[in-house]
């Protein structure tokens, strides 16, 4: 790029956490449990029998966090709320020590200068809920839009970005397809359920923003632009069924009102025939999309892979990070200018992007260098200007993540922070990516 990289002078440059992954204890202060702290105590879902009991210790350190943030120059900050705080029973009872640490946090954002941006649902629910069925129950739609009625009341009058759900597609591929992920079924005919229940909860909560809410609210979506790893039939139908299950599963009913019709040919029996009422309620309008990129996949055709018959071909010549995501810039300006292409122009954020890679031990100077996320930074970041220059009405970025954290099943050994956590001892240290990146905010984008 010749040019030099011009953002919006009011860019919102920022980071990104979640509650089960920073905040540590879980159940303080009546907070009930939710499937992770469940999930977690299981032997064998999460590696190395870590767990989110301590994490990052934010529950008690929040205010040094913040300070952070505001030593790094940061602009905003997205941060989830653990619904089992605020309803401990997922229901009824609310816990105003839960709804009180959250305005504690809000208003020391506030106070330093940092946009607020809150997830609703950031893959926590309440275990009281999932005892009733969870995503697999219709009535979850209504649960969830008491919740919002909740959160929003409280804090609507100081945050003016709101996040329905993060990443629907890992809630029901992890969750309820693979297992991976909590609360660990393995169902083919429980994902689409859980799924489009998802998606119903998202635009019943939206549906009461409209009623009560003064600002922004939007879906986060994680999206993985497929490439065909060659011109065969086969391939290149492998790969639209890959991009249909994982990205237009969420976003065709949110923006165009109906399911990819490859979704009917990859599930088949196990493909409800849904209601029509459904998609006026999944498809209210919104006030902007969040988007997650962190890396592309290139699809070939296997039918020995259930259940969409695609395998990922390796790229050779690639860098890939420690959760074996092919590091792809150009990836990131296809997503964002793709988006755009099939849903129109609208208000953009990159509500996550980052990359794990193994760091060394601090330099005695306590310092820590980790040059290949400066490396990936810098390309990304770049990336983003590319997709503004096509067009893209980009308004912000959040570095996932402020904290090396617990990365879910993987546990604290996938470090995807710009400032280095010793768990043992709850130090934060700026890596030289953290420094990297408060350049670039410094500089709106211009200093890479
Ligand atoms: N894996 N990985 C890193 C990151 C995860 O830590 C976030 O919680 C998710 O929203 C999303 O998957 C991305």
């Not at 609507?156 to 991976?180: C, I, Q």
Request: proline share 6%.
């Amino acid at each position: 790029m010749t040019r030099p990289i011009r953002f919006p002078s009011n860019f919102l440059w920022g980071t990104a956490t979640s509650a089960y992954q920073i905040e540590g204890s879980p159940l303080a202060d009546g907070a009930g449990h939710s499937i992770w702290t469940r999930f977690a105590a299981t032997p064998g879902r999460i590696a190395n029998g870590d767990t989110g009991d301590v994490a990052c210790d934010h529950y008690r350190r929040w205010r040094d966090d913040v300070a952070l943030m505001r030593q790094l120059g940061m602009k905003a900050y997205r941060f989830s709320i653990a619904w089992s705080r605020i309803l401990p029973q997922g229901t009824g009872a609310v816990n105003e020590a839960g709804l009180a640490f959250y305005d504690r946090l809000i208003d020391e954002l506030l106070a330093n200068g940092i946009e607020p941006m809150v997830t609703l649902y950031h893959w926590d629910l309440p275990a009281a809920l999932d005892d009733r069925g969870g995503w697999l129950n219709p009535d979850i739609a209504d649960w969830f839009a008491a919740y919002a009625r909740i959160v929003f009341d409280r804090y609507d009058d100081r945050v003016r970005h709101w996040v329905t759900l993060n990443e629907p597609w890992v809630v029901t591929d992890g969750g309820y397809l693979h297992g991976t992920l909590a609360p660990g079924h393995r169902n083919a005919y429980e994902a689409p359920i859980a799924s489009h229940n998802l998606l119903r909860a998202h635009g019943a909560a939206v549906q009461v923003y409209r009623e009560i809410g003064r600002h922004q609210i939007g879906l986060v979506v994680n999206i993985e632009p497929k490439y065909p790893a060659s011109d065969a039939p086969e391939d290149v139908a492998a790969t639209r069924r890959a991009d249909a299950y994982m990205n237009r599963q969420y976003l065709d009913p949110v923006f165009l009102g109906s399911y990819p019709a490859e979704l009917k040919e990859i599930f088949g029996p196990a493909w409800p025939d849904w209601p029509a009422r459904d998609f006026d309620l999944i498809s209210q309008k919104l006030d902007f999309i969040g988007i997650n990129y962190y890396t592309r996949n290139v699809c070939r055709h296997d039918g020995a892979n259930w259940p969409l018959q695609v395998a990922p071909v390796r790229q050779p010549q690639a860098t890939y990070t420690e959760t074996g995501w092919e590091v792809f810039p150009q990836g990131l300006t296809d997503t964002l200018v793709g988006f755009k292409r099939r849903y129109g122009d609208m208000p953009v954020y990159v509500m996550e992007n980052g990359s794990a890679f193994y760091d060394p031990p601090q330099a005695a100077h306590g310092r820590v260098h980790d040059p290949l996320r400066m490396d990936c930074l810098r390309g990304n970041i770049a990336a983003l200007a590319a997709a503004i220059e096509q067009g893209v009405d980009l308004r912000g970025y959040m570095v996932w993540s402020l904290l090396d954290n617990l990365e879910w099943s993987l546990g604290f050994a996938k470090r995807f922070g710009i400032v280095h956590v010793d768990f043992a001892t709850q130090r934060r240290t700026p890596k030289d990516s953290a420094l990297l990146y408060a350049r670039i905010v410094a500089s709106n984008g211009a200093c890479l």
